[in-house]
């Protein structure tokens, strides 16, 4: 059974919307990059994370953990 990514919604902490500026050259290999991902957001997610772990500016054991679930929209 294939699952539509748009039925599914990550339960989130409480965040502010933020926005960047990204060449569209950058965008479109971020993007491609992604595929794996549920989303882009997730993806940057990810490697924001990671880069502040390598930093020691967070504990591995602070990653945000995800968790997915069926949104009731269909």
Known sequence: MIKDNKSIKL???????????????IWK???KASKGSVSTNEYL???????LIK?????KSDRKK????????E
């Open 45 to 51: 997610l990810s490697i924001i994370e990671n880069d």
């Open 55 to 59: 930093r020691k500016m967070i504990k």
């Open 29 to 31: 290999l971020v993007k």
């Open 11 to 25: 339960q989130e902490e409480p965040s502010n919307f933020r926005s960047i500026r990204v060449p569209d050259k």
């Open 66 to 73: 995800r968790k997915m679930v069926k949104s009731n929209k």
